[in-house]
Nanobody
Framework: QANLVESGGGLVQPGGSLRLSCAGSGFIFTMYHGGWWRQVPGKPREFVASQTTDGATNYADSVKDRFTISRDTAKNTLYLQMNNLKPEDTAVYYC?????????????WGQGTQVTVSS
């Protein structure tokens, strides 16, 4: 049984930092592309960051100089380091794994974790 468990969300003040974690079980982790998405009420789910199986990364323009995606394959864990957080970063954040040989049919999501940036 494969599953993803997210942690690390919470309430922070503008300018603060958080690190989100996404721990996988039941995966051969090196076979999956990893990504982070976020969603707020009234808007579709928004791409934040991704990392392919060969390590290449991509970021949304709104977060490129502030967020960093990484993984620890030995721990089967995907990370999102978020620095200089802004109120507009407030959202539910979801991690995502896509199976590299067949991403359309094998696509997994974490349960979501709330990030709130407010004074």
């Amino acid at each position: 049984q494969a599953n993803l468990v997210e942690s690390g969300g919470g309430l922070v003040q503008p300018g603060g930092s958080l690190r989100l974690s996404c721990a996988g079980s039941g995966f051969i982790f090196t076979m999956y592309h990893g990504g982070w998405w976020r969603q707020v009420p009234g808007k579709p789910r928004e791409f934040v960051a991704s990392q392919t199986t060969d390590g290449a990364t991509n970021y949304a323009d709104s977060v490129k100089d502030r967020f960093t995606i990484s993984r620890d394959t030995a721990k089967n864990t995907l990370y999102l380091q978020m620095n200089n957080l802004k109120p507009e970063d407030t959202a539910v954040y979801y991690c995502n794994l896509k199976y590299q040989p067949n991403p359309a049919d094998y696509d997994y999501w974490g349960q979501g974790t709330q990030v709130t940036v407010s004074s």
